[in-house]
T-cell receptor
Framework: DTGVSQNPRHKITKRGQNVTFRCDPISEHNRLYWYRQTLGQGPEFLTYFQNEAQLEKSRLLSDRFSAERPKGSFSTLEIQRTEQGDSAMYLC????????????FGAGTRLSVL | AQKVTQAQTEISVVEKEDVTLDCVYETRDTTYYLFWYKQPPSGELVFLIRRNSFDEQNEISGRYSWNFQKSTSSFNFTITASQVVDSAVYFCALVMDSSYKLIFGSGTRLLVRP
C-alpha cells in the first residue's frame, strides 16, 4: 500500500507530557500537510512542507508544537507539555506541487490528553 | 476571508433515496479549487471530487453527481439511490490558487438506514 501512513493511530497521555506523531507521505509527493480535527468539526490547517522546508504555519500552532520533515521524506509533529485542549485527531496529507493537486490523507492519530 | 459553510449538520435517509449535500463557499480569489471528501467511521478522509473555478460543467459519476454554480457560490453533491455504505461525514473544502491549505466546512453527517 503506498498511501499516507500515520503512527501511532491512538495516543493517550497525561497532561504535561510530550508526544510525537509520525507521518509517511506518498513517496513521490513533495508537499506534506498537518491538520487538526476536533469532534464535530472539519479539519483545520496547522502547517505544511515543500520538501524539507516548512513554508507556512497556522496561528493554531502554538510554540508548544513543532514539526519537522528531515530530508523531505517523513514528518514528525511534536507537542510539548500537552494540555487537555490538545485532544484531537491529527491528520497528515500529502500532494504533488500545485494548489489544485489532490491532498491524500492518512488515517490520523487520535490524541487523548487526560 | 475564505470560508466554507455546510448548513446541514446531519441528514438521515432510507436506503435508495436520493440525497443532496449543500456547500456554500466564500472567497475573493478568482482562481480556486473545490473538493468533496468523505470520512467514514474509520476516520480516513477519502477524496471524491475536485472542480476548479473555471469549470462549471456538472458531472455524473455512477451514483454521484455535482452541481457547481459560481453565481451562488455553491458546490452541491448528490448521491442517487443511497446505500448503507454511504453513511459517513462528508466535507466540502476550498483551496485558493494563492495558497495550498484546504479550508473545510464543518461537515454533514449522512446516515443511510436500511
Amino acid at each position: 500500500d503506498t498511501g499516507v501512513s500515520q503512527n501511532p493511530r491512538h495516543k493517550i497521555t497525561k497532561r504535561g507530557q510530550n508526544v510525537t506523531f509520525r507521518c509517511d507521505p506518498i513517496s513521490e509527493h513533495n508537499r506534506l500537510y498537518w491538520y487538526r480535527q476536533t469532534l464535530g468539526q472539519g479539519p483545520e490547517f496547522l502547517t505544511y512542507f515543500q520538501n524539507e522546508a516548512q513554508l507556512e504555519k497556522s496561528r493554531l500552532l502554538s510554540d508548544r508544537f513543532s514539526a519537522e520533515r528531515p530530508k523531505g521524506s517523513f514528518s514528525t509533529l511534536e507537542i510539548q507539555r500537552t494540555e487537555q485542549g490538545d485532544s484531537a485527531m491529527y491528520l497528515c496529507a500529502s500532494s504533488s506541487d500545485r494548489a489544485e493537486d489532490i491532498q491524500y490523507f492518512g488515517a490520523g492519530t487520535r490524541l487523548s490528553v487526560l | 476571508a475564505q470560508k466554507v459553510t455546510q448548513a446541514q449538520t446531519e441528514i438521515s435517509v432510507v436506503e435508495k433515496e436520493d440525497v443532496t449535500l449543500d456547500c456554500v463557499y466564500e472567497t475573493r480569489d478568482t482562481t480556486y479549487y473545490l473538493f468533496w471528501y468523505k470520512q467514514p467511521p474509520s476516520g480516513e478522509l477519502v477524496f471524491l471530487i475536485r472542480r476548479n473555478s473555471f469549470d462549471e460543467q456538472n458531472e455524473i459519476s455512477g451514483r454521484y453527481s455535482w452541481n457547481f454554480q459560481k453565481s451562488t457560490s455553491s458546490f452541491n453533491f448528490t448521491i442517487t439511490a443511497s446505500q448503507v455504505v454511504d453513511s459517513a461525514v462528508y466535507f466540502c473544502a476550498l483551496v485558493m490558487d494563492s495558497s495550498y491549505k484546504l479550508i473545510f466546512g464543518s461537515g454533514t453527517r449522512l446516515l443511510v438506514r436500511p
